[in-house]
């Protein structure tokens, strides 16, 4: 079964740091793109990061540039998000996601982040 | 950055009417780079149409997506009680951008 386990969420004070985690299983990690997408509480969906197969191309939206970092793990079929200096604009539900015909075709069930004094 | 609009932003509707969900963008867009998602309340997104027509896996074929350019239509033929969820439009040309949503509710 195709399946994404995001993990690693929780309550952090402005500018501290997390590391999300995103395990995968049922496909073939190594021979596909992944991205992580975000969902503030009531709001629509914001793109925040890709990686591209070997980790040779990632991208990162303006809102998070310079403070988060993508990563993979294709030994451990595994994807990260270290996000540092978070803010309180920050918080929200992170998915993570396959990235297939120039669509998100798998998503995680997602991890809350809660940024907040 | 390509702005993706959806309308309406509510959509209302009885079980087997017709729904006609829009997302227009600010500049051309490859149709073979938009796709919609479903998002049922609590639930992660899930992926329907990608290259503006093409069907997910396992979508049943009242869903269906048009359109070229700057107009891309998603049509639910004829409503069941399950298709209460907010479905988006997204397009990729190098970035990744999201419309703002439609909610469409079941009378």
């Known amino acids: 079964e195709v399946q994404l386990v995001a993990s690693g969420g929780g309550l952090v004070k402005p500018g501290g740091s997390l590391r999300l985690s995103c395990a995968v299983t049922?496909?073939?990690?190594?021979?596909?793109?992944m991205d992580w997408v975000r969902q503030a509480p009531g709001k629509g969906l914001e793109w925040v990061s890709s990686?591209?197969?070997?980790?040779?191309?990632?991208y990162y939206a303006d809102s998070v540039k310079g403070r988060f970092t993508i990563s993979r793990d294709d030994a451990k079929n595994s994807l990260h998000l270290q996000m540092n200096s978070l803010r309180v604009e920050d918080t929200a539900v992170y998915y993570c996601?396959?990235?297939?015909?120039?669509?998100?075709?798998?998503w995680g069930q997602g991890t809350m982040v809660s940024v907040s004094s | 950055e390509i702005v993706l609009t959806q309308s309406p932003g509510t959509l209302s509707l009885s079980p087997g009417e017709r729904a006609t969900l829009s997302c227009r963008a600010s500049q051309r867009v490859t149709s073979s780079s938009l796709a919609w998602y479903q998002q049922k309340p609590g639930q992660a997104p899930r992926l329907l149409i990608y290259?503006?027509?093409s069907r997910a896996t396992g979508i049943p074929d009242r869903f269906s997506g048009s359109g070229s350019g700057t107009d891309f239509t998603l049509t639910i033929t004829s409503l069941e009680p399950e298709d209460l969820a907010v479905y988006y439009c997204q397009q990729y040309d190098g970035s990744v951008t999201f419309g703002g949503g439609t909610k469409v509710e079941i009378k």
């Open positions: 290259g503006a027509s």
């Open positions: 996601a396959r990235w297939e015909n120039d669509a998100l075709d798998i």
């Open positions: 049922g496909f073939t990690f190594r021979d596909y793109s």
């Open positions: 990686i591209d197969t070997g980790s040779n191309h990632i």
